[in-house]
Nanobody, 127 residues
Framework: QVQLVESGGGLVQPGGSLRLSCAAS????????IGWFRRAPGKEREGVSC????????NYVDSVKGRFTISRDNAKNTVYLQMSSLKPEDTAVYYC????????????????????WGQGTQVTVSS
């Protein structure tokens, strides 16, 4: 059974950091692109970052460039999203998902390309 489970969310003050984890089971992570998405209250789901199976290609939405870092540990079947310099506008439920579509720099990260989503983890940035 394919499963993706996000963890690491929480409440953090502006300027703080969090590391999200996306643990995969039921399949081998090595062969898939993994994406991170978020949905803020009242807004559409937004692609935040993606990473290719070999970590050779990574992409970020402009609003998080320089603040977020995506990485993967295929041996642990886990993908991470290190979030720093967090802002209130980063508040959202964060999801990870997998796809066979390659992650390409400077290309939009489209949710409709992704199947098998996790349940999400809440990130709240507030003082």
């Amino acid at each position: 059974q394919v499963q993706l489970v996000e963890s690491g969310g929480g409440l953090v003050q502006p300027g703080g950091s969090l590391r999200l984890s996306c643990a995969a089971s039921g399949f081998t992570l090595d062969y898939y692109t993994i994406g991170w998405f978020r949905r803020a209250p009242g807004k559409e789901r937004e692609g935040v970052s993606c990473i290719n199976s070999s970590s050779g290609s990574i992409n970020y939405v402009d609003s998080v460039k320089g603040r977020f870092t995506i990485s993967r540990d295929n041996a642990k079947n886990t993908v991470y999203l290190q979030m720093s310099s967090l802002k209130p506008e980063d508040t959202a439920v964060y999801y990870c998902a997998r796809t066979v579509v390659p992650c390409r720099p400077s290309s939009s990260i489209w949710p409709h390309n992704y199947a098998y989503w996790g349940q999400g983890t809440q990130v709240t940035v507030s003082s």
